[in-house]
C-alpha cells in the first residue's frame, strides 16, 4: 500500500522543468493516515533538497475527492500514544507545506474537507475544480472536534479574522464558487483542466527570482509557523488529552457509523 | 424603569427550545445608561448559568432604534468617580457579550450608532432591517472623542484593518446596505422578519456541537479578550482623563444642544 | 535641481484653506533619490509644525507617472555607507508619512510602482487616474530583490494578508480598476479630475476635529511604526548586506540596461 499511496516525479512535459506533481493515490478518498502523511513528507524533503527542483503541483489521483482529510481511524479507539504519532505527522505535514522552499501549487480536482482543506491552504495558489458537487473547508465543529490554532492561522491568513470565525464555528464546507468568493481558493477551471491550469499558473510563479521570492514567502509565514514550532509538544499533548476523551471518542464512533451507513 | 429597561426571557416558540430572547426598551432610543447596562449584563450572567440556555438574540422594542448607544449623560458634567463607574460597565457588558459560551443573534430592527454598533459586533451574527434610513457604525470621531483601542479590535475583526482605519478616523456611518457590503453586518431582511430571521439562523447555529463551537469561539476571541481583560484600570483612567478634558465636556454639550434642537 | 524637486505650498483655493499640495517634479519619473526624499521629508516637517496647514495632497507635476519608486542609482554600485544614508532616508520618509498628523491624500495622477507605491499607501486616502496603462504595486520581487518588513505591513494593513501574499510574492503591478478591487486604491476618476477630486475628499476629512482623528490614526498605526522604530538599525543593515550581494549588484545592473534599452 506504501508504494501505491503516493506517486511524486518530476515532469518535464510542456518545456516545463522542475516542476514535481505529487499525486495523492490512497483509496478510496486519500484520507491522511500515518502512512500517506509519512509519504507526502519523505517524498516533499527529497524535492526541497532536489536543486533542479523549484515547483510542486499537488493533486488527486482519486476520483471526486482531492483528500477526505485526518482519517478518523488513526484517533478513534487508538493508545494515546498512537494519536500523538499521527498528530506529529499532521503538524510534520503542515509544517513542511506551508513553509516549502519550492512553489507549491494545489490542484483540487474534488473534495477537500477539514485536513484535505488544510492541506490546500498551505499552498502558494489553489485552483479547483468547478462542480457545485464538490466542497472545502474546515468542517471539524461539525463532527464534534476543534480545529487547532494552527488550522485556524492558516485559515485566517487565507480568508480574513471575521469569515475564518464563521467557517471555525459552524464548521462551513463551502462550494466551489462559495471558496472562490471568500478566497479560500484562487481560481476555478473546469474538471478537466485543472492540472494543466496549475502548470499554466506554475509557469508564471516560476518566472520569480526563487531567492526573492522565497525570502518574501518566509518573511510572511515565519510568524505562524514559529507559533506551532514553539509549542509543538503542548498542541500535541493538547490533542491527545482532547481525543481521548469519552464524549469525542463517541462522537467520533457516532461519525464513523454514519459513514458506514452512507456507503450501504 | 429598571424593570421596564430590559426583557429577558426564554422562549420556545417553533419549538426552538433553550433561546432567550433580550428586548431593549429602554425609551426613547435605548440609550446605553449605567442602569440599561447593568440590567444587561445581569440579565446575560443568569443565562449562562442556566443550562437549558444555549442561545441569545438581542434586539429592540424601541421603534426605529437597536440602540443609540453610550448616554452621553453618563458623562457630561459627571465626577470622575462615576464617569469611571459608567465606563466599567461598558467594558463589562463586552467581555461578557464578546466571551460568551452563548451563540449570541443581534437582531438589529433601527439605527446603531456607536456603543450600540459595539454592542451588534459582539454578536456571533447579525441580521439588520433593510431600511435606508437607518444607519450603523462606530461614529464617535465625528463628536470629537475616540473609540478605545477594544472598540477598534472588536471592528477590525469584523471588517478588517483598512476599512477600520477608514471607518474610526471618519467616524462613518454605514447603511445597512454598505454595513453589509463591508461585512460589518452578515445578512438584510425586510423590518418585519428580522426577528424570525435571527430565529432561523439560531436553528443552524445550535446544530453545532457547544463545546465544539465554544472553544472555537474562545480560541479566535481570547487573545482580543485578554488585551482588555489586562489592561482594565489603565483603560479607565485614559477615558476618564480624556472624558474630563474641558475641550471634550464642550464637544459633548454642544453636541447635546444639537440632539434638543433636532428633537424639537 | 534640488529647487525643482519638489514645490510645496499651502493654497487656499476654493475656501479650502489649510491645505498644502505637494507636487513632486524630479524630471523624468520621480525617482526616490536621496535628494528628493530628503526634500519631501523637510517639507513634512515644517507642514506639521504649521498650525495653519491640517491637510497635505500629494502628487506629481511629472507625465503619466506618480513616482517610478526608490532610484536604483542610490543602490547600484555604491558604497555600503552611501546605501546606508539612502535607506535611513527611505525609512524617515516612510515614519513621517504613515505617522503624519495631517490628512494625507494621495493623488495619484500616473505609474506608481514599488517605492512610489509605499508612498502612496502611507497616505490616509488613495484616489487614482482611471487610465488602464498606469499601474501600482510593490513589484521589487521581479526585480530580484525584496519588500523589507514595514513595506510588507503597509500592504497588509491596507489589502489585508492572503493579497499581500500573493502581491509580493509576484511583485505583481495592478492597472488602476485591479488596484481599486484589491482596495490598494480608494477612488478612481478620470486623469484630469485627480486633484480636484483629493480636494474634495480633503473637505470631508477635515470635517473631522483633528484630535479626535489624530489619536484615532496613531492608535491604529503605531504598533507597525514601532516594530521599525525599534528596529532602524538592524533593518539599514540588512538593506546593505543584501544590497551590497553580488548577485543582488549584477540583478540591478540587468534591470538599468533593460531601462535603457527601453528608453532608445
Known sequence: ATKMALRAGLRSKRGLTGVAVMRMQSPPVNSLNLELLTDICIALEKLEMDKSCRGLIITSNQPKVFSAGLDILEMYGKSPEHCGEFWKAVQEMWLKFYGSNLVTIAAINGSSPAGGCLMAMTCDYRIMADNP??????NETQLGIVAPFWFKDTLMNTVGHRTT????????????AEALK???VDQLVPE???????????TKWLAIPDHARQITKSMIRKPTIDKLMS????????????????SIQKSLGVYLEML?????
Chains 1, 2, 3 share one sequence.
Open 133 to 138: 458537487r464538490y466542497s472545502i473547508g474546515l
Open 260 to 264: 458506514k451507513k452512507r456507503k450501504a
Open 182 to 184: 471568500i478566497g479560500m
Open 231 to 246: 509549542n509543538r509538544e503542548d498542541d500535541v499533548k493538547n490533542f491527545v488529552k482532547f481525543i481521548s476523551k469519552d
Open 192 to 202: 478537466d483542466q485543472v492540472l494543466t491550469t496549475a502548470t499554466e499558473a506554475m
Open 165 to 176: 470565525e464563521m467557517a471555525l464555528e459552524l464548521g462551513l464546507l463551502y462550494s466551489p
